[in-house]
């Protein structure tokens, strides 16, 4: 089995910043991503980012590209979301995910086979 822990959400002022962290334990794969998606009160969860392992390609869902930044530590099994002028639309719980036995990104929640607890981010306004 895998774990996931997120950790470093919390409340923040508009246009400020936070880092959130997810440590990978338990079963490892040769070939893996990971991804970190939210969930708004009485949304459907969404994509966020997502990062190849392997190759440390990213992808971002258009409405936090240029504000967030993923990126990932291999030797400690970490991935990390640097999220930059946040707004009040920000806010939700974050979850970070792992999809196993392959190194391709994908913005698809259904390709993730592992799933944190979820780590609360607040924006007031």
């Known amino acids: 089995q895998v774990q996931l822990v997120e950790s470093g959400g919390g409340l923040v002022q508009a246009g400020g910043s936070l880092r959130l962290s997810c440590a990978a334990s338990?079963?490892?794969?040769?070939?893996?991503?990971m991804g970190w998606f939210r969930q708004a009160p009485g949304k459907e969860r969404e994509f966020v980012s997502a990062i190849s392992m392997r190759t440390g390609t990213t992808y971002y869902a258009d409405s936090v590209k240029g504000r967030f930044t993923m990126s990932r530590d291999n030797a400690k099994n970490m991935i990390y979301l640097q999220m930059n002028n946040l707004k009040p639309e920000d806010t939700a719980v974050y979850y970070c995910?792992?999809?196993?036995?392959?190194?391709?990104?994908?913005?698809?929640?259904?390709?993730?086979?592992?799933w944190g607890q979820g780590t609360q981010v607040t924006v007031s306004s």
């Open positions: 338990g079963r490892t794969f040769s070939n893996y991503a």
């Open positions: 995910a792992l999809r196993r036995y392959s190194a391709s990104a994908s913005v698809l929640l259904s390709e993730y086979n592992y």
